[in-house]
């Protein structure tokens, strides 16, 4: 369970990512911020941003930081509506287990959204690493 006021623990899987200890299919990187493919997405082109700074909510992130990130996915965001010709987007982030976050480290979702397709589940199931790959590949394209 992750509550509003919980301390930040270094062992969730974004600061491994961040550390380099776990790996993952990055987008964009700056001194501020890490754009990579959620590996269980919701739609193709689903993809997070997260600050380096260790925050846990919105509540806890920096001005500086809240800042980086939405400049951030305001770059990528444009790259991936592109990538996957997605008339719309959703950005989301969710705080605390009681508003559905499962990762203890703030991120920011890109959903892209096509008319009539439903988003998948939450965190559900895991896609291919190539097919991530492959749409990755064409985000970047554009970045
Ligand atoms: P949230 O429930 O808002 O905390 O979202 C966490 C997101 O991280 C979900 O969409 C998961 O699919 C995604 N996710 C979990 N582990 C990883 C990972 N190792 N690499 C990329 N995305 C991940």
Known sequence: MIKLDDAYDEQNIFAKILRGDMPNITLYEDDKTLAFMDIMPQAVGHCLVIPKEPAVTFLDLSEDSAAAVMATAKKVAAAVVKAVDAPGFMMAQLNSSAAGQTVPH????????????????HARKPEDMAVLNETADKIRAYL
């Open 106 to 121: 703030y991120h920011m979702h890109i959903l892209p959204r096509h008319d009539g397709l439903d988003l998948e589940f």
